[in-house]
């Protein structure tokens, strides 16, 4: 059992910056995978992210490597999704997601069980 609850989504400039969390409250966080999603308008919801129960494994969709970096902090129960070098194409509604018990990170959306409402990332050309 756990929530989800996505922050840090805002406007920004083409080339700029945005650090999104995601915060849990439930029992084990520890043994969650987590991951980020991320749907635009008229558009299905893409995997962009996911990161194991450790934070050792990561995985990412490719238009998204070297730009996003997903980390977590079990301490703080939060997962953050850093976004770096932003683009047009960028812009959709992020949300994360959880699944309990797997120990390898999860890529598609059937994976997950537990979803956030979503925070809304704009980046203006």
């Known amino acids: 059992q756990v929530q989800l609850a996505e922050s840090g989504g805002g406007l920004v400039q083409a080339g700029g910056s945005l650090r999104l969390s995601c915060a849990a409250s439930?029992?084990?966080?520890?043994?969650?995978?987590m991951g980020w999603f991320r749907q635009a308008p008229g558009k299905e919801r893409e995997f962009v992210a996911s990161?194991?129960?450790?934070?050792?494994?990561?995985a990412y969709v490719d238009s998204v490597k070297g730009r996003f970096t997903i980390s977590r902090d079990n301490a703080k129960n939060t997962v953050y999704l850093q976004m770096n070098s932003l683009k047009p194409e960028d812009t959709a509604a992020y949300v994360c997601?959880?699944?309990?018990?797997?120990?390898?990170?999860?890529?598609?959306?059937?994976?997950?069980?537990?979803w956030g409402q979503g925070t809304q990332v704009t980046v203006s050309s």
């Open positions: 997601a959880a699944a309990f018990g797997p120990t390898s990170v999860i890529t598609f959306k059937s994976g997950y069980s537990y």
């Open positions: 439930g029992r084990t966080f520890n043994r969650y995978v």
């Open positions: 990161i194991n129960w450790s934070g050792g494994s990561t």
